[in-house]
Nanobody, 128 residues
Framework: QVQLVESGGGSVQAGGSLRVSCAMS????????VGWFRQAPGKEREFVAA????????YYLDSVKGRFTISRDNAKNTVYLQMNSLKPEDTAVYYC?????????????????????WGQGTQVTVSS
């Protein structure tokens, strides 16, 4: 059984930076693509970024391009989301999710239903 554990959330002022991590256990990490999603109060969960299992293809939500960077360290079974120039609208619970399916089109990585496993989430709060 795959387990995903997020860490690194917290509170920061606008313009600041945070890095959240997603540690995976239970299966071969390199066989899974990992996505980051977020959910703000009263809003639906939305796609933020994803990194594929092969070739490391990377995809981002338009509003975070140039500010957020997703990366993976297969030796540590961990995916990172470096968040810079944070804005109050980035405030949300951030979730990581994993899928064992290899997609070649960005659209599939943005859909919650295409992920098999989810973490419990970590809170990110950006104050103005």
């Amino acid at each position: 059984q795959v387990q995903l554990v997020e860490s690194g959330g917290g509170s920061v002022q606008a313009g600041g930076s945070l890095r959240v991590s997603c540690a995976m256990s239970g299966r071969t990490f390199s066989s899974y693509a990992v996505g980051w999603f977020r959910q703000a109060p009263g809003k639906e969960r939305e796609f933020v970024a994803a990194i594929s299992r092969t070739f490391g293809s990377i995809y981002y939500l338009d509003s975070v391009k140039g500010r957020f960077t997703i990366s993976r360290d297969n030796a540590k079974n961990t995916v990172y989301l470096q968040m810079n120039s944070l804005k109050p609208e980035d405030t949300a619970v951030y979730y990581c999710a994993a899928t064992g399916t290899y997609y070649t089109i960005r659209h599939y990585y943005t859909q919650l239903k295409n992920y098999d496993y989810w973490g419990q989430g970590t809170q990110v709060t950006v104050s103005s």
